[in-house]
Nanobody, 124 residues
Framework: QVQLVESGGGLVQAGGSLRLSCTAS????????MGWFRQAPGKEREFVAV????????YYADSVKGRFTISRDNAKNTVCLQMNNLKPEDTAVYYC?????????????????WGQGTQVTVSA
């Protein structure tokens, strides 16, 4: 019922920036909490950031606080993740996800819908 498509990944040097976008479709898109997760080689999928239109709140993982910003664009159907001061340890496949609940969930099990992911590679 909710389809998600990520874009904006790529290769950057340490200290550089990237902007990821997640476009969603569905009649009740605005009622979903939107989150970003990432999975690095050999590691489990981990929480990055979350935005809730219901509660108007955001939350970030400690590893990205002060560097990443989650927001909604003017079309009101796309959630973006602005990533600044990128580090090699940020290298991962980044996924957007949607949860039909309020608040700022950080667990993968809270999310019902997932995009296919976009690769982010940060060189040292």
């Amino acid at each position: 019922q909710v389809q998600l498509v990520e874009s904006g990944g790529g290769l950057v040097q340490a200290g550089g920036s990237l902007r990821l976008s997640c476009t969603a479709s569905g009649r009740t898109f605005s009622s979903y909490t939107m989150g970003w997760f990432r999975q690095a080689p050999g590691k489990e999928r981990e929480f990055v950031a979350v935005f809730s239109w219901i509660g108007g709140s955001t939350y970030y993982a400690d590893s990205v606080k002060g560097r990443f910003t989650i927001s909604r664009d003017n079309a009101k159907n796309t959630v973006c993740l602005q990533m600044n001061n990128l580090k090699p340890e940020d290298t991962a496949v980044y996924y957007c996800a949607a949860a039909p609940i309020a608040g700022t969930p950080i667990r993968t099990n809270d999310y019902n819908y997932w995009g296919q992911g976009t690769q982010v590679t940060v060189s040292a």
